[in-house]
């Protein structure tokens, strides 16, 4: 994200950054050194460009002070405020210019200070409109923008961008400790009240245990570096007010100029022809539209990593294949005669040449992938950081920039740019079998065999596995296969033994399977197909799924309101109204138990548990439709509830501290509740087939925290006899 921070100007983190009209930003001093006049003002150039004599010395001045860090804007005196007084040139007055300044800086800005006119040249001489001007051009899009009388000053300050270069500034000004033998040292942990000394972890527990003679020691948080940036400078930030009512804070967005304005901008400003909307709304919009724009690139983004594990495989895989090929290929020319020998040489030269070849390819693949994952991401970074930021005016002034870029990021994933450029297999054959004279003219064939069927898969076991109640696959084809494959297909059978089905049929040679039973043993087997037909199956592998269940709350299926944290094992809700969230797995077969801790319960609202189908309705109380069977409870009782019909009134409810229990069993085919470890009421509901998620239905009143991967209990107190 550091490359966000950074004026492109000085190339140093932002000072006082102001934004420009094409949405760029720029810091405050290096806006003044990079303004330039007018062409029609350029043969009056000020004194401080004109050549320097032999060794003069230049004088102390206030640019080698602060400004100093940012190409030395400002000049000494009165040139500083006068350069921040800019008035500017604009091609047809719409705020852009097309003028290139010939005089540039090192990174390609021009820099022009501005000093006294000659004599003879006062502005007051000169007609009305060809008075001195100057244009400032944005360093990054080089369009020029004009200015009001006020000059620089009239650009917006970027006061969410300044907050962000805090608070980076404060994390990096970590105290270290002093004892690491790394380089950079590690964070200090501890710092010993004692001994005055910073600890990272390592070093506390090798330098300083908590035992003997420093058990008597008291350990104290790490204090803050000396002139880093505090916390209460960050939380003490100024409410920002209008540039043009420096009294007023900004209270409406100005739909039609994209720009935050006040009260008084309405009633006597040009502002007040404008559409306008609540500032708050316009925030809140515009922060959405940021995040949907960010998923795109985070998905790029995940594309991106997944592409680089795949290329870093290529690149084994190439090792691996090409020193299988020269082992062959020595094995060969081994076995000829000895005029084979000198054109061994030239077979493993093109080996390796090949060899190099695509992992240059792959290389270069990977090297611009991760530079575009790490731009992605940089500017991933930036925008969270921007999105928490609770500055409604200063957001929206960065918000149709930021999403644009956004967007942009997202486009430069071209179709085809995650797929690799070469394949690790080597088409390469050495033929044994001409006379002795063709030795010399031995050379590669590529692909001249017959093709026939593909041979048998090699199931990768290493690389198999199972995770809750899903299965991953690898395999590969055996070395030196002449025959091309077309695809794979892989096949499973139900889990008890009955008879394989066709689960995926692809290119691929990694699958993983998800929506299987729990507590349940798979056998599996793939064969390759090519344009000959279908090769002969794998051996069988034989995968046993998880136990029990471990799974959260699925914040991809929730309703809106539904507010998720800690991993998404919490839940709680925004709204008044009951929302209906579900969990990530779904049950089938199987015996399944979980547990939903009450963190919060106020004003005695109706929280339901239970499970559900996929599709149910999520804006209403959960068991009002047909989709979901659910027990709903308030302080003192509790009711079953399905398709909206209420039965089993029983005593005893839940308050804050109390457990709620689910046993789902599907071989029994009933749902069964406890509360504080007592069955709740008889069972719930009988005769339940299908395919189930859990599900919890709650409004802002209550925040409930989900536990799985637990037993199913051996052993249950006698349950609460319904009431009349």
């Known amino acids: 994200m550091e490359e966000e921070l950074k004026c492109p100007v000085c190339g140093s983190l932002f000072r006082e950054p102001i934004i420009l009209p094409c949405s760029h930003n720029v810091c405050l001093p290096c806006a003044r050194t990079i303004a330039v006049q007018t062409p029609e003002r350029e043969q009056h150039l000020p004194a401080l460009l004109q050549p320097r004599a032999p060794g003069a010395a230049a004088g102390p001045g206030p640019a080698a002070g602060s400004e100093a860090e940012c190409a030395a804007g400002g000049g000494s005196g009165g040139g500083g405020e006068h350069a921040d007084k800019l008035s500017l040139h604009s091609e047809s007055d719409s705020g852009y210019g097309s003028y290139t300044p010939s005089l540039k800086s090192p990174n390609g800005v021009r820099v022009l200070p501005l000093g006294p006119a000659p004599a003879g040249s006062s502005s007051a001489a000169l007609p009305r409109g060809a008075g001195p001007s100057s244009s400032l051009t944005c360093p990054q899009c080089h369009r020029s923008a004009s200015l009001d009388p006020r000059g620089l000053r009239g650009f917006p300050r970027n006061r969410l961008l300044e907050a962000i270069v805090q608070r980076y500034q404060q994390g990096r000004a970590a105290a270290k400790c002093q004892l690491c033998d790394r380089s950079p040292p590690e964070a200090a942990a501890v710092a010993c009240e004692q001994c005055e000394v910073l600890y990272c972890a390592a070093c506390q527990l090798k330098c300083h245990p908590t035992r003997g003679p420093f058990a008597k020691h008291r350990l104290l948080p790490p204090p803050s570096l000396p002139g880093g940036p505090g916390k209460a400078a960050a939380g003490a930030r100024k409410l920002p007010t209008c540039a043009d009512h420096e009294l007023e804070n900004y209270s409406m967005y100005c739909v039609s100029c994209a720009t935050p304005v006040c009260y008084q901008c309405l009633e006597e400003g040009k502002h007040g022809q404008h559409e306008v909307k609540a500032l708050g709304a316009m925030w809140k919009q515009h922060k959405t539209q940021l995040s949907q724009a960010l998923n795109g690139v985070s998905d790029k983004a995940k594309e991106a990593k997944e592409f680089l594990v795949q290329l870093k495989n290529i690149l084994q895989q190439i090792q691996e294949n090409g020193l299988d090929y020269e082992a062959c290929l020595v094995a060969q020319c081994d076995a000829l005669v000895d005029a084979l020998t000198r054109q061994k040489a030239k077979l493993l030269t093109k080996v390796t040449k090949e060899r190099e070849h695509k992992l240059k390819v792959v290389w270069d693949q990977i090297n611009h992938c991760t530079l575009k994952l790490r731009q992605s991401t940089g500017l991933m970074e930036y925008c969270l950081e921007v999105i928490k930021e609770n500055d409604p005016s200063g957001f929206l002034q960065i918000s149709d920039a930021l999403i644009k870029r956004v967007q942009v990021s997202q486009e430069q994933w071209v179709k085809g740019a995650l797929e690799p450029k070469v394949s690790p297999e080597f088409d390469l054959t050495l033929d044994s079998e001409p006379l002795l004279q063709s030795i010399h003219q031995l050379d590669f064939i590529q692909m001249k065999f017959p093709i026939t069927v593909p041979p048998v898969p090699l199931l990768q076991l290493e690389k198999c596995c199972t995770r809750n109640n899903s299965v991953t696959l690898a395999w590969r084809m055996p070395p030196?296969?002449?025959?091309?494959?077309?695809?794979?297909?892989?096949?499973?059978?139900?889990?008890?033994?009955?008879?394989?089905?066709?689960?995926?049929?692809?290119?691929?040679?990694?699958?993983t399977i998800d929506g299987l039973h729990f507590n349940s043993t798979?056998?599996?087997?793939?064969?390759?197909?090519?344009?000959?037909?279908?090769?002969?199956?794998?051996k069988t592998v034989v995968l046993q799924t998880s136990d029990v269940a471990w799974f959260t709350f699925d914040p991809s299926s929730a309703h809106r309101d539904i507010v998720l944290s800690n991993d998404n094992q919490t839940a709680t809700c925004s709204s008044y109204d009951d929302r209906v969230v579900l969990g990530t797995a779904a049950f089938s077969k199987g015996v399944h138990y979980w547990e939903l801790h009450v963190d919060r319960y106020d004003n005695h609202p109706d929280p339901a548990f239970g499970i559900a189908?996929?599709?149910?309705?999520?804006?209403?109380?959960?068991?009002?439709?047909?989709?979901?069977?659910?027990?709903?409870?308030?302080?003192?009782?509790?009711?079953?509830?399905?398709?909206?019909?209420?039965?089993?009134?029983?005593?005893?409810g839940v308050s804050k501290g109390a457990t709620v229990g689910v046993l789902l069993d599907l071989n029994k085919h009933s749902l069964t509740f406890?509360?504080?470890?007592?069955?709740?009421?008889?069972?719930?509901?009988?005769?339940?087939?299908?395919?189930?998620?859990?599900?919890?239905?709650?409004?802002?009143?209550?925040?409930?925290?989900?536990?799985?991967?637990l037993e199913v209990p051996q052993s249950v107190r006698q349950p609460k006899l319904p009431s009349n």
């Open 480 to 511: 030196f296969t002449h025959n091309p494959v077309e695809g794979y297909i892989l096949e499973l059978d139900d889990g008890d033994g009955g008879q394989f089905r066709e689960v995926y049929v692809g290119k691929e040679t990694l699958c």
């Open 522 to 538: 798979y056998n599996a087997r793939v064969k390759a197909f090519n344009s000959s037909g279908v090769g002969p199956y794998s």
């Open 613 to 652: 189908r996929i599709n149910v309705v999520k804006d209403m109380m959960l068991g009002k439709d047909d989709k979901a069977w659910a027990m709903y409870v308030d302080n003192n009782r509790s009711w079953f509830m399905h398709c909206n019909s209420h039965t089993s009134r029983t005593e005893g």
């Open 674 to 709: 406890y509360i504080n470890g007592q069955q709740q009421g008889p069972s719930a509901f009988e005769n339940v087939e299908g395919v189930f998620m859990p599900a919890l239905s709650l409004n802002r009143n209550v925040q409930v925290t989900l536990h799985t991967g």
